[in-house]
């Protein structure tokens, strides 16, 4: 079992609706989670991390953290034509500074 | 902004060559990373160094080794490259002592042939 999973997609949403990429992990002792987008042969680029249970929204973007049941989500509000790209989740250990990447998950937008 | 810098964007070797891979960071990180990207298979840490002359072997260490001499490089180093070490090379690095977000350098596209 992959220790970090994402559908790989692809994803299609219409303009202006929401995008949302779910995320599991199986490692209970991971802490610390991050979506990266990546366009196409470009690389990673941060866009949200998040530490603790609940929501966290920044601009359009809002990550969701559930340890219990192991989920990270981001969700894409108002999705724009930009947002097609494909997304990464990846987890940290506590105590651990490396990252452990899921396969991403690529999303279009049709406009 | 941190800025994360690959000496190549695009390389193409031969099959049994030695290939040096450098990657540069300007904001003090103590930490840095180096991956491969490949379809399917999404990124896989190769080599992680936490320290100037520190390293560690990531999940796929076979055929490649690392140097860093000073704080703000890291090199890769393909001992005698072969065709299936072609793929896109990522650099990244992380601040360190907790804090884990890693920031990415353009990436190199090798190519052995």
């Known amino acids: 079992q992959k220790e970090v999973e994402q559908n790989s997609g692809p994803l299609s949403v219409p303009e202006g609706a929401i995008a949302s990429l779910n995320c599991t992990y199986s490692d209970r002792v991971s802490q610390s989670f991050f979506w990266y987008r990546q366009y196409s042969g470009k690389s990673p680029e941060l866009i949200m991390s998040i530490y603790s249970n609940g929501d966290k929204e920044d601009g359009r973007f809002t990550a969701q953290l559930n340890k219990a049941s192991q989920y990270v989500s981001l969700l894409i509000r108002d999705s724009q034509p930009s947002d097609s790209a494909t997304y990464l989740c990846a987890a940290a250990n506590f105590g651990n500074e490396k990252l452990t990447f899921g396969t991403g998950t690529r999303l279009t937008i049709i406009p | 902004d941190v800025k994360v810098t690959q000496s190549s964007r695009y390389l193409v070797k031969r099959t049994g060559e030695k290939v040096f891979l450098e990657c540069v960071q300007d904001?003090?990180?103590?930490?840095m990373f180096w991956y491969r990207q490949d379809p399917g298979l999404g990124l896989r840490l190769i080599y992680f160094?936490?320290?100037?002359?520190?390293?560690e072997k990531g999940d796929i260490p076979e055929g490649y080794s690392v140097s860093r001499e000073k704080k703000e490089r890291f090199s890769l180093i393909l001992e005698s490259a072969s065709t299936n070490q072609t793929s896109m090379y990522l650099c990244?690095?992380?601040?360190?002592?907790?804090?884990?977000?890693?920031?990415f350098g353009q990436g190199t596209r090798l190519t052995v042939v």
């Open positions: 160094s936490y320290d100037v002359k520190m390293k």
């Open positions: 990244a690095s992380s601040l360190g002592t907790g804090a884990k977000e890693a920031f």
């Open positions: 904001m003090d990180h103590e930490n």
